[in-house]
């Protein structure tokens, strides 16, 4: 969508972070934004920062929760009368080594990470759909959904699964003038490293993880890296060219090649052995 002055657009994990970022990006172009978060305190907070009286409302949103956002749906429509933009940016992140998780922390992270953008999607496609005028998708998914690596599993598993749904919505939604893009950032300052600590076998391991080194490089890493505004910026500009990944770091163009390589190669390897 190239122009979204007087557009209206619905933001999740809109407290803070990316979300946050983002709500202030499409404030800048003249949008009305629904902020809205499961953190009642710190959603009221962001309102008061933004400003931008009359162009903003608040709701609170549990997006693991297939009624919270169809209410917050509702709350949308009943506030601004439509939405054309829809930021199904809520996310969480969970360490821990195969057979050493949780189900119940599995089931948490996946309702949130993945059936958290399905809710938005399956709630707010119709919505867009209804008016004729157009609109965008943005699920927030991560690098971590194109290469994975050691300890944490079950995050790489709902990113990639949040890369693949953006990715099968790009091409069913274009017939109807509906883009998607899918955000997929390496480092990005913001509290992504203390989610965690909301799961519900927390208390099992988050000391342990707390302890550790692999907690204290992944806590600087977010720390010192680009600025939500910054990334927000460039997820505007992704948005208005109807980009479906969103990329941000020149060092991570290595990863994708790397995990292209192994995959050509696995592909070659089997084709020879079936002699083809």
């Not at 998708?137 to 709902?158: L, W």
């Not at 899918?182 to 203390?194: D, E, G, R, Y």
Request: aromatic share 6%; hydrophobic share 45%; glycine share 8%.
């Amino acid at each position: 969508m190239t122009e979204v002055s007087n557009k209206v657009a619905f933001v999740t994990g809109a407290a803070s972070g990316i979300g946050l970022a983002l709500v202030k990006s499409l404030l800048s172009r003249g949008c009305k934004v629904m902020m809205a978060d499961i953190n009642r305190a710190a959603l009221e907070q962001a309102q008061r920062d933004v400003g931008h009286e009359g162009q903003t409302a608040t709701v609170i949103c549990d997006v693991a929760d297939a009624d919270s956002v169809k209410a917050a749906a509702q709350a949308t429509l009943d506030t601004f009368g439509k939405v054309h933009l829809v930021f199904n940016n809520a996310g969480v992140s969970l360490a821990g080594r195969p057979g050493q998780i949780s189900l119940k922390d599995w089931r948490w992270i996946t309702d949130i990470n993945v059936l958290g953008i399905v809710y938005g999607c399956e709630t707010f496609i119709p919505l867009i759909m209804s008016h004729g005028e157009g609109g965008h998708i943005t699920n927030t998914a991560s690098m971590a959904g194109h290469v994975a690596s050691i300890g944490m599993g079950p995050y790489f598993a709902t990113k990639f699964a949040a890369v693949g749904y953006s990715e099968a919505l790009f091409q069913e939604l274009a017939p109807a003038g509906i883009g998607v893009s899918c955000l997929c950032p390496t480092w990005v300052k913001s509290n992504i490293h203390n989610t965690s600590d909301q799961s519900p076998d927390a208390a099992k391991t988050r000391d342990q993880f707390k302890a550790s080194k692999a907690y204290e490089a992944v806590k600087a890493l977010v720390e010192n890296g680009m600025d939500a505004e910054r990334y927000a910026e460039l997820a505007m500009s992704a948005i208005a060219a109807n980009r479906l990944h969103v990329f941000n770091d020149p060092d991570a163009r290595d990863l994708l090649v790397a995990r292209q390589t192994q995959l050509l190669a696995d592909y070659d390897a089997n084709l020879k052995d079936l002699g083809l």
